[in-house]
Structures are given as C-alpha cells and as structure tokens.
C-alpha cells in the first residue's frame, strides 16, 4: 500500500513538473509576444512622424511654389 502511494505520488510530481515547464514557455512565449508588439507600436509612431515630417515638407514646397507664382504674376501686372 505504501509503495503504491509513493508511486502515485512520483506520477503526480512528474505530471507537475510537466506542467511548470509548460507553463515556464507559455510565460517566455508572452514575452516574446509583448516585446514584438511593442515593437510594431514603435514602428507604427515611428512612421507616423514620417508621415507627418513629410506633409510639412510638402506644405512647405506648396507654399513656396505659390509665392513664387504670386510674384511671377505681380511682375507680369507690372
């Protein structure tokens, strides 16, 4: 009887250990996960603020070509 309960109990502790290294890769995997979604949210404001840099840049040309155009049209008034 005695040797019977050790060895339900060596099955049972094998079973646990099992688990905990399950549950130990399930928790790096999570990590793993995390740092590459906080990866593609860099990535997403990175390019966000490109995005952004470059309508600035267009406005910019936009607004110069019209002043040029403006004073191309002043000269010919003249």
Excluded: C, P, W, Y
Aim: proline fraction near 0%; avoid cysteine; hydrophobic fraction near 40%.
């Amino acid at each position: 009887m005695e040797k019977e309960i050790k060895e339900m109990f060596g099955l049972l502790l094998k079973r646990f250990d099992g688990i905990e290294t399950r549950l130990d890769r399930l928790e790096s995997r999570q990590d793993e996960i995390f740092l590459v979604v906080k990866a593609i949210e860099h990535n997403n404001l990175v390019h966000g603020a490109e995005i952004d840099n470059l309508k600035f840049k267009v406005s910019h040309t936009e607004g110069t070509i019209n002043a040029v155009g403006n004073a191309i049209t002043a000269r010919k008034a003249i």
